[in-house]
């Protein structure tokens, strides 16, 4: 098993047990209506919209394709050419 795996597991193992903790009902209060409600539901709804909106924030905008738009038959050997000296030598 990879790190990330097991990463994986454990999170959600513990988000388990904390919703599995949180099952009493609170008082919701809406707009003009007030309600009980489990705190298994508001938990569990709060914890899937993070995942959600984290996934969005997370992913990447362009991929390594798109970056390759403008010259494509451009080379490693091409772009080390353009290189100045004074380049060279900071990689160097």
């Known amino acids: ?3 990330k795996t097991i990463f994986i597991i454990a999170i959600t193992a513990i988000i388990s047990i ?4 949180n099952t009493d009902a609170v008082e919701f209060n809406l707009i003009f209506v007030k309600k009980d409600i489990s705190k298994l ?4 709804i ?10 969005w924030a997370g992913k990447p905008k362009t991929t390594v ?10 080379t490693p050997e091409d772009r080390r050419n ?3 000296d004074e380049d060279r030598d900071y990689i160097s």
């Open 1 to 3: 098993m990879t790190a």
């Open 18 to 21: 904390f919703l599995m903790l």
């Open 41 to 44: 539901v508001i938990v569990g």
């Open 46 to 55: 709060c914890t899937f919209i993070g995942f959600i909106l984290g996934y």
């Open 65 to 74: 394709s798109s970056y390759d738009t403008n010259n494509p038959q451009e």
């Open 82 to 84: 353009e290189l100045s």
